[in-house]
Each structure stands twice: as structure tokens, then as C-alpha cells.
């Protein structure tokens, strides 16, 4: 799997002095971050900031102006989306992008079509039910006909079912009742000690800075304050800016 310029040392995401333009206009300005195996990292900032720009040049949907993209300690600055999935990076989009008139099972089976392997692909549905159940109790339901939280489970449910390396989970929280907020974060949770990386982008910070190891926040196209979660938690400026309004 890894090639010979891959290392275990080096983190599974590295970006460095990554830039993306719109039309000439910077969304992303110099971003540097990176993400150990393992690790789960939190992207915040207020709309606009340029978070899904962000996802988006890692997996290349965007192009990097400027700056670089490291995967699993190989340059994947400019190659395709495609290639980026198969080597492990997988994103979540905001919005999710489920198939509505599609089964669950089958919206489900889609996230593997990467993986031509049938001996498998029970025992990889097997392993995602068992990381997100409420999906198992709906596999014959048309995707469309599912709640907000529970789309939001297929899309990550689809995700795994390719079995990243790397989730890039795009505002798992958007738009959905508390209560299903804290049953996807838990889902999320449980993913990532099964060994996952993941790099979270969310606008509410509270659950962010919760979920996370680290974060880094994000003003402009710029990151301006970065640290563990546990430290941005007590940080005035993260609670004058964010948390006093993120709830
Ligand atoms: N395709 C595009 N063409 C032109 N401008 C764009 C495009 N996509 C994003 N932008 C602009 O780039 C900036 C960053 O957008 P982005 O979607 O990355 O922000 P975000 O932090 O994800 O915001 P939100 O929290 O609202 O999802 C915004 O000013 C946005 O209007
Ligand atoms: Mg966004």
C-alpha cells in the first residue's frame, strides 16, 4: 500500500502555504496545518472563512493556487479527486449529496465502488452498521425519505464504506437538532478510535473544540490562533469570538 517515500512518521495530512483563489479572489490565504495518524483536528471559523475551500483543495475539487498537499507522506498537490479517495482521503461535503431515490443500503454500497472486492463488501457493511446502527434499521428506505441527522449518517456511512484513512467531514452538525447532533458526534467518536483521521470543519465550536485533539481557527483565508482543544477551551479570545455565540 504505502510506496517507498511513504513514512509512519510523517502525518497522514500535511498542508503547507496552501492558497485557493475564486476568479482571482483569495478564499484561502497561506494555510499550514497538518494531522497526525490518528488525530482528530477541528478547522473552525465563521461563514465565509473559507472552510469547505480548505476541504475542498485537500481532495481536490479546488486547485491549490499556491501551496501543497501531502497524503499519507506522498505530494498529492496536483492530482485527481479520484486518486486522492483511492489513496485513503475521503470527503464528507457539506450538504451531504445523497442519493434520494437510492436505498440505504444501496447509497451505502456506492461508497465502496472503489473496492471491487464482493467477498467483502457484507463484512465492510457489517463493520459501518456497527459504527452507525441507525443505519442498519433502515437499509431498504430510499435516502431521500430519511431524516436530516440520519442523511447526514448515511453520507458518513457511504464514506466509510470506502474505508478511508482520512475522513474530511464537512459541518456534520449543519442544520440538525441537538439530539441528533450528540448521536452523530458520538458516532464520530467511535470512528475515530477505530484508528481513523479526521479533519473536522464545524461553525459550532463548542462541540468542536469537545470532539477534537487539536483545532486551528480560521479568519479570512488566514489561520490565526491554533492549540489543543483542551487550552482553546479556556482561551479568552476563543470565548469572546466563538463560544459566546456559537450556542
Ligand atoms: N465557487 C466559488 N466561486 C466564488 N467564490 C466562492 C466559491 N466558493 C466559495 N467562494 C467564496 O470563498 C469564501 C470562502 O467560502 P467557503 O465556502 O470556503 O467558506 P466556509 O468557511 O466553508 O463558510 P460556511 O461556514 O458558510 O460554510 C466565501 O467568501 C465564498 O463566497
Ligand atoms: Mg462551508
Not at 195 to 211: F, K, S
Not at 223 to 244: F, M, Q, T
Request: net charge positive.
Amino acid at each position: 500500500m504505502n510506496g517507498p517515500d511513504a513514512s509512519a512518521s510523517e502525518p497522514d495530512l500535511e498542508v503547507a502555504g496552501l492558497h485557493v483563489l475564486y476568479g482571482g479572489i483569495a478564499a484561502v490565504k497561506g494555510v499550514s496545518f497538518s494531522v497526525a495518524r490518528g488525530e482528530i483536528v477541528a478547522l473552525i471559523g465563521a461563514n465565509g472563512a473559507g472552510k469547505t475551500s480548505v476541504l475542498k483543495a485537500l481532495v481536490g475539487l479546488v486547485p491549490a493556487a499556491r501551496g501543497s498537499v501531502r497524503l499519507f507522506g506522498r505530494d498529492a498537490t496536483g492530482i485527481p479527486t479520484h486518486r486522492r479517495t483511492a489513496l485513503g482521503a475521503t470527503l464528507v461535503p457539506e450538504g451531504r449529496a445523497i442519493f434520494a431515490g437510492m436505498t440505504v443500503r444501496e447509497n451505502l454500497e456506492l461508497g465502496a465502488f472503489l473496492k471491487r472486492d464482493p467477498v467483502t463488501l457484507g463484512q465492510r457493511l457489517e463493520r459501518v452498521l456497527a459504527l452507525v446502527p441507525r443505519l442498519g434499521e433502515r437499509l431498504a428506505q430510499a435516502g431521500g425519505t430519511l431524516s436530516g441527522g440520519e442523511q447526514q449518517m448515511l453520507a458518513i456511512g457511504r464514506a466509510l464504506m470506502g474505508e478511508p484513512r482520512l475522513l474530511l467531514l464537512d459541518e456534520p452538525s449543519l442544520g440538525l437538532a441537538p439530539k441528533l447532533v450528540a448521536q452523530i458526534f458520538g458516532s464520530i467518536v467511535e470512528i475515530a478510535k477505530t484508528g481513523l483521521t479526521i479533519l473536522l470543519v464545524e461553525q459550532n465550536t463548542r462541540l468542536a473544540l469537545e470532539t477534537a485533539h487539536r483545532a486551528h481557527v480560521l479568519v479570512t483565508g488566514e489561520i490565526v490562533l491554533s492549540g489543543r482543544c483542551s487550552e482553546l477551551r479556556d482561551d479568552p479570545r476563543i470565548k469572546a469570538a466563538y463560544l459566546g455565540e456559537a450556542l
